[in-house]
């Protein structure tokens, strides 16, 4: 058990990639023993990381040292700085990674019988545990130059997944759009990688973060960083390519894009409150990140209102939802320069983080939902579909409680994470109470837009086209099941959530300090 | 000023893919402008490298203990093997695309709003 914990971290990330490899060869002999062995792979991997989570709440934060002998020795012995590749795991990294290989899980699950008739599933599983290996690997690591390489394998395994019905031209386009965009965004980090690397020839964030001047090159790095970072994640302006990958991939797809981006938004995080969290004593850049965020609620909101598919709808509230996590954070790190972090700041990147799980259950949910229905009828244009709740019983009731949740209605999770946004960032100096209208109303514009759906699709007679149309099969359900039950509960008691791991989490974004302490020896 | 010349290539080569990126509707070129960044990036990264005088780190053949940290060089070849498969992944899409659109002009779609 101990040897686990000490390489639980390599491990994490090590177990998708080689099960990746091996799904292929696995595949030859039985496709449904190919199945289990997925399974099998995240199963294992989930008890690696609850085993790592309870052990980074207990005793703080966990390096590990690739290929030094004691995997704790941060500076070699004879050196002034680290030299080796070192994943840092604290409370904020370790919920991210339970947040995608819990996901994952589902996914796998609900694909079994999702992609049933398919054929290439044997790559379609490895492209799967790869997107899953890149967005582990983002999150534990504490190497700028090891973030690069992940993001390219997520934005890579991403865009090979969402081109998987490559009968139809739209995913090709949609692929090479995401492609573009993750490329390009990939290529200004290596950029800013090598900027910073220039100034300090270091990669290691800890000891970056130690060493920065905020000079004229810093900055410049930061802005591509900030940049590459909000476009991968799908914000606002850069956020175009979110509603065709959604709309285009398949729904078991659709959930791990939705963990990659939320990836990426903890890569923003960490550059702004650690990597610069020695120099920013301006408010600029909470500022900017807090009006990316109005913009993407707001613009996703309303663009979902004219949307007659079902999944690129949702993936218009995507824009929407990521929206209010960088109102959450970006309000935290605006009151961090202003001095109100201890009155309102932490409280605001609570809601901030307490929504990013929340955002992954409820799209999650929300896009099973829209793979539910297009499995059993075949289509996804809501101006055709019509009266599935006769048949469909356990889908519609999903959907009902994936509408109440993602539109923050009180029992569900969505409620309590955005009353947090709310009543935060109404207290921000100027203009605070107008973010928080904008993020009410939007809010309730989003329950019209499902409501929209809910009527369109689920309610009304029986039509002749869908009389014997059957609920989705029971392993699709048993997915959307998992992603159900977790919401209620986190809607009724969001206390004893936000305490074990949200404040946490918080806390370890806040403590750049200590981060940096860990990696130089508290020097 | 002619140690600068590498830099100014950098800041030439990215200049012009983005231009590419941004203004090109012939889904090859936008590929084509993608490469130019990724190399003007691993110029980059590979001129941060350089030292002037520098000797290799290989035990055997190095005069002192004094040696270059091969770092960049290791991040330019990480970056040249990820450049490769982000370009053959693009290319194979608009092979995708041409087939089932007849055209690789990026006007050409039916994705909108």
């Known amino acids: 058990m101990n040897f686990l914990l000490t390489h639980a971290p390599i491990l994490i990330i090590a177990l998708p990639l080689l099960g990746a490899f091996l799904t292929p060869l696995i595949s030859r002999l039985h496709p449904k023993m190919r199945n289990i062995f997925v399974l099998t792979i995240l199963i294992f991997t989930g008890f690696l990381t609850m085993l790592l989570t309870r052990d980074v709440l207990a005793n703080g934060i966990r390096v590990y040292v690739l290929g030094a002998a004691p995997s704790t020795l941060t500076v070699p012995t004879g050196s002034i700085m680290p030299v080796r590749i070192i994943l840092e795991t604290d409370a904020l990294s370790v919920l991210m990674a339970m947040i995608s290989v819990s996901l994952a899980f589902v996914s796998a699950l609900y694909s079994s019988k999702f992609m049933e008739n398919r054929t290439g599933l044997d790559k379609y599983y490895t492209l799967l545990l790869l997107l899953l290996a890149g967005m582990l690997g983002m999150e534990l690591t504490g190497d700028l130059f090891n973030l690069f390489v992940f993001l390219e394998i997520t934005s890579i395994s991403g865009c090979a997944l969402v081109a998987f019905y490559t009968d139809r031209g739209e995913s090709a386009e949609a692929a090479f759009k995401y492609m573009l965009i993750g490329t390009v965004g990939a290529l200004f980090v290596l950029f800013a990688v090598a900027l910073l690397y220039g100034e300090y020839d270091a990669l290691n964030i800890g000891y970056l973060a130690s060493k920065i001047q905020y000079s004229f090159l810093d900055k410049i790095a930061l802005v591509l960083l900030v940049g590459a970072f909000a476009m991968k994640a799908g914000s606002v302006p850069m956020h175009m390519w979110k509603p065709d990958a959604y709309g285009e991939a398949p729904a078991s797809v659709v959930i791990m894009l939705v963990t990659s981006s939320l990836a990426s938004l903890y890569a923003l995080l960490r550059v702004c409150f650690t990597l610069y969290g020695n120099v920013l004593n301006t408010a600029v850049v909470g500022w900017i990140i807090i009006v990316l965020g109005v913009l993407s609620i707001f613009v996703g909101v309303t663009m979902a209102l004219v949307q007659n598919k079902f999944s690129r709808l949702i993936g218009y509230t995507a824009v929407a939802e990521i929206g209010y996590m960088l109102l959450g954070v970006g309000v935290g790190l605006a009151s961090l320069t202003n001095g109100s972090i201890e009155d309102y700041g932490l409280k605001a990147v609570q809601g901030g983080l307490f929504h990013i799980m929340n955002d992954a259950l409820d799209l999650g949910l929300l896009f099973l939902v829209a793979g539910a229905v297009f499995y059993s009828t075949g289509k996804s244009d809501l101006n055709k579909l019509g009266g599935l709740a006769h048949n469909m019983k356990y889908t519609t009731i999903f959907f009902m409680i994936g509408l109440a949740a993602v539109s923050g209605l009180p029992p569900m999770n969505g409620f309590a994470s955005k009353l947090i946004i709310y009543e935060t960032s109404y207290q921000l100096e100027p203009l605070g109470p107008i973010l928080s209208i904008i993020a009410i109303l939007s809010s309730i514009l989003m329950l019209a837009v499902f409501v929209k759906v809910f009527h369109s699709a689920f309610l009304g007679p029986k039509l002749k086209e869908y009389e014997n149309v059957k609920d989705a099969p029971r392993s699709m359900l048993i997915a959307m099941g998992i992603l159900a039950v977790f919401i209620i509960i986190f809607g009724l008691f969001p206390d004893t959530v936000i305490n074990t791991i949200i404040k946490p989490a918080a806390n370890a974004l806040i403590d750049y300090q200590g981060y940096i302490d860990k990696i130089m020896g508290g020097v | ?113």
Do not use: W
């Open chain 2, 1 to 113: 000023m002619i140690q600068h010349f590498p830099f100014i290539a950098v800041v030439i080569l990215i200049g012009l893919g983005i231009y590419a990126c941004m203004f090109k509707r012939n889904l090859i070129k936008i590929v084509i402008g993608v490469s130019l960044i990724e190399s003007g990036v691993n110029l980059f990264l590979i001129t941060l490298g350089y030292v002037k005088g520098g000797v290799a780190p290989i035990y055997t053949n190095a005069p002192g203990t004094n040696m270059v940290l091969p770092t960049p060089q290791a991040l330019t070849l990480t970056s040249i093997v990820i450049g490769l498969a982000t370009t053959a992944l693009m290319l194979s899409f608009a092979v995708l695309i041409y087939k089932h659109y007849s055209s690789i002009d990026a006007k050409t779609r039916r994705l909108k709003g």
